[in-house]
């Protein structure tokens, strides 16, 4: 379900979601996109930050996704700010929903990049808010392990 493969051209992605969220799952989705935004995406000049998706129905949507007008778009161009509809499996989709329900988590994009066959995917995790103290923690761990690999490094 992850993306693991080493080719593809990243657009956006959103580096405060490992700090603010602890993830559980991470699928990878196609986005259903127009013309002018592929273009823009081209560019790389979206954000995905404070961006979220959630179900309606039974679909997925990317809310609050900013992928700015292209430049030498015509009076047909784009909204910036649209939802974009994300294309998953069935079973992901009552996955995600499921989750969101009953354990009150958030699904929270986490990279948007062409993959090797040209096509735009953004990678989206199911993601629970930390607290302040699991985010001191998290530092704190983090510092940790920066000191154990400095110490091993003097040793060996």
Do not use: C
Request: charged share 35%.
């Amino acid at each position: 379900m992850a993306r693991t493969a080493d080719k593809y051209r990243l657009v956006a992605e959103n580096r405060k979601a490992r700090h603010e969220y602890s993830l559980e799952d991470v699928f990878e989705a196609g986005l259903v996109l127009q013309g002018t935004e592929v273009k823009s995406l081209r560019e790389g000049k979206s954000t995905i930050a404070e961006s979220y998706a959630e179900i309606r129905g039974n679909e997925a949507w990317l809310v609050n996704a900013n992928i700015p007008e292209y430049a030498f778009g015509n009076r047909q161009n784009h909204d910036p700010k649209r939802p974009r509809k994300l294309l998953l499996h069935r079973r992901q989709i009552d996955k995600l929903a499921g989750a969101v329900q009953r354990e009150g988590m958030t699904i929270v994009p986490l990279k948007l990049y062409f993959d090797d066959g040209g096509r735009a995917k953004i990678e989206i995790a199911l993601a629970k808010g930390k607290q302040l103290h699991d985010k001191r923690q998290a530092a704190k761990d983090r510092d940790w392990k920066r000191q154990q690999a400095r110490l091993l490094r003097e040793r060996g």
